[in-house]
């Protein structure tokens, strides 16, 4: 069977929330250009309206703690 | 408990595309969802075409393995979680279980060293990915373990062993 390519970009964010715990939140095809202030304002947006909840005990939003666009390149190879 | 939005639209291309908000706080109202997902939305290309709620009982699990997480609704789990910081030639194998061995697919030529793993759990597309992660500076490496299980079944115990390429 031939190998499978395939490419995408992702925008990869991780929420921190107060209790410490991170988790992450991935976009499929994020624009080419994204704005310090475009992640700002959606930090703001999400803080203002309690919006976001960590699942384990439903933790209060921290902030987002990073984000990182990933242009990836990937070739599956099924080994069986 | 929290809940998700799920994003349906086309790229750019008119690839169908889903993305689902995750860890969203489920006394959010509609109007606030719909404002959720659109703020996410307006950061990429693609076109939308319905915003829907999804409610979760239990919502998917994704972070760094070195918490040891569980990762649902397959309930995979990993014991082992190592740190690779050796060069071409160094092994490393990752064990656990909810998965078995003939369920994993690795990407070949993976080059690393000192690196962390991450995992997420793609609901829509049911398949588990670890990924390799430079610890310095999260620049994702050319390698990936994909594991692939049905949402549903009897799962067995399974590890992989991934050696470092050249």
């Not at chain 2, 639209?9 to 659109?38: C, F």
């Not at chain 2, 709620?53 to 760094?64: P, R, V, Y």
């Not at chain 2, 060293?113 to 829509?124: K, V």
Request: proline content about 2%.
């Amino acid at each position: 069977m031939p190998d499978i390519t395939t490419q995408d970009s992702t925008l990869v964010f991780e929420f921190m929330f107060v209790d410490g715990d991170t988790r992450t939140q991935k976009l499929k095809n994020p624009k080419a250009s994204i704005t310090e202030q475009e992640i700002a304002d959606l930090n703001t947006f999400i803080q203002a309206n309690n919006l976001v909840v960590g699942d384990k005990g439903g933790a209060t939003f921290g902030k987002i703690a990073r984000v990182v666009k990933r242009n990836e390149v990937t070739t599956k190879l099924d080994i069986n | 408990m929290s809940t998700s939005v799920s994003i349906k639209g086309k790229t750019a291309g008119g690839d169908g595309v889903t993305t689902t908000i995750n860890y969203v706080n489920p006394t959010a109202t509609d109007e606030q969802l719909q404002s959720l997902a659109t703020a996410f939305n307006n950061l990429t290309t693609n076109i939308t075409s319905d915003i829907t709620k999804i409610t979760k009982e239990s919502l998917t699990n994704s972070g760094k393995l070195d918490r040891n997480m569980t990762l649902t609704p397959s309930t995979i789990s990993f014991t082992a979680v190592p740190t690779i910081t050796g060069g071409a030639g160094t092994s490393v194998t990752i064990a656990g279980s909810g998965f078995s061995t003939s369920d994993i697919r690795v990407s070949r030529n993976l080059t690393l060293t000192t690196a962390y793993l991450y995992a997420d759990w793609y609901a829509e597309e049911d398949h588990c990915v670890i990924e390799f992660v430079r610890s310095e500076s999260d620049e994702k490496i050319t390698g990936e373990i994909v594991i692939e299980v049905p949402a549903t079944g009897n799962y067995k115990s399974g590890s992989v062993t991934l050696t470092v390429g050249e």
